[in-house]
């Protein structure tokens, strides 16, 4: 699989706000729709944000909605994940992925980052 770099975890406090990067090492048509997800300690992985390369689609979990951005620079191979208002629930290793298209089920993503650690503290 390809990898993907994540990059901008850390620790933050809650009502915080963090930047992920995610720095693909290319864009094709077996990854045109990028996808954030996260993994609580203990919890499956689940679904945060998604995007296109081509239309700039977005969508999002609803546990994020109005307080967590995606978006994409096409001339960088990257994608962000601005994040605020962050809560302590929102602690997780967050992930990177691509597919073809858009979906919010992880188990159909083809290619993964290594994840990087976001912890929120109350």
């Known amino acids: 699989q390809v990898q993907r770099v994540e990059f901008g975890g850390g620790l933050v406090q809650a009502a915080g706000s963090l930047r992920l990067s995610c720095a693909a090492p290319?864009?094709?048509?077996?990854?045109?729709?990028m996808g954030w997800f996260r993994q609580p300690p203990g919890k499956e992985r689940e679904f945060v944000a998604a995007?296109?390369?081509?239309?700039?689609?977005?969508h999002y979990a609803d546990s994020v909605k109005g307080r967590f951005t995606i978006s994409r620079d096409n001339a960088k191979n990257t994608v962000y994940l601005q994040m605020n208002s962050l809560k302590p629930e929102d602690t997780a290793v967050y992930y990177c992925?691509?597919?073809?298209?858009?979906?919010?089920?992880?188990?159909?993503?083809?290619?993964w980052g290594q994840g990087t650690q976001v912890t929120v503290s109350s």
């Open positions: 992925a691509s597919r073809p298209y858009y979906s919010s089920d992880c188990a159909v993503y083809d290619y």
């Open positions: 995007i296109s390369w081509s239309a700039g689609s977005t």
């Open positions: 290319g864009r094709t048509s077996s990854s045109n729709a």
